[in-house]
């Protein structure tokens, strides 16, 4: 496609409940991250992978996260149990090069998580 | 403290003025990110630099190395301007994930 899609747009869960966020990246772009933003707050970094390499998950703030990029393209962001606290909108961005160049971040619109 | 800092938090402005949006920030950096966000979540990314001035448009960024210190400024506003801007930083020492500000929310009045 032509920019970063992510999907659900919207995803409403009971607390306890499992949700899985899906971000399809532009083709090509070798590094991918995702973000959480809490309501009139800036985002803040969860975890990037480089392909398919998970290089930095330091921003995960349980181990009810958890991601993953199987293939290098689209990754699965997942949250189990979900919590009050983890009401956002959870943003993902993916750049053409990764490693030590600095490549512009393209975003999608975001998936935003309302748990009841 | 914050490692990035924007200044002011929200901005009310007449259709026409010159604004200014700051960024400070207490970190060494590889790049900075000026980026924009509209109602509904999209984020789309204006400028990355890493020294000096870029323009684009009416807009122009600008950055001071040597006082950690970026501006991001609109000439001529326009209320399709409205949304928050956010400055957000790599730092330096390879690691790839950017720290954000919280964003200045910026509403041009027509």
């Known amino acids: 496609g032509a920019g970063v899609s992510q999907s659900p747009r919207y995803k409403v869960a009971k607390r306890g409940q499992d949700v899985a966020l899906r971000c399809d990246p532009i083709s090509g772009h070798v590094s991918l991250f995702w973000y959480q933003q809490a309501l009139g707050q800036g985002p803040e970094f969860l975890t990037y992978?480089?392909?398919?390499?998970?290089?930095?998950k330091s921003g995960l703030p349980s181990d009810r996260f958890f991601a993953e990029r199987p293939e290098g393209s689209v990754s699965t962001l997942k949250i189990q149990r979900t919590q009050q606290e983890d009401s956002a909108v959870y943003l993902c961005a993916s750049s053409l090069v990764g490693g030590t160049s600095v490549g512009e971040l393209f975003f999608g619109e975001g998936s935003r998580l309302t748990v009841l | 403290k914050n490692e990035v800092e924007q200044s002011p938090q929200n901005l009310t402005a007449q259709e026409g003025e010159f604004i200014t949006i700051n960024c400070s920030y207490s970190?060494?950096?590889?790049?900075l990110h000026w980026l924009q966000q509209h109602p509904g979540g999209g984020i789309v990314s204006l400028f990355m630099l890493s020294s000096g001035k870029k323009k684009h448009g009416r807009l122009i960024a600008t950055i001071n190395i040597q006082e950690k210190h970026s501006s991001l400024h609109i000439t001529a506003s326009h209320p399709r301007d409205s949304a928050v801007y956010i400055c957000?930083?790599?730092?330096?020492?390879?690691?790839?994930?950017?720290?954000f500000g919280k964003g200045m929310k910026l509403t041009v009045n027509p």
């Open positions: 970190v060494g950096i590889s790049a």
């Open positions: 992978f480089q392909n398919e390499a998970q290089l930095d």
């Open positions: 957000a930083v790599r730092s330096k020492g390879g690691s790839e994930k950017l720290v």
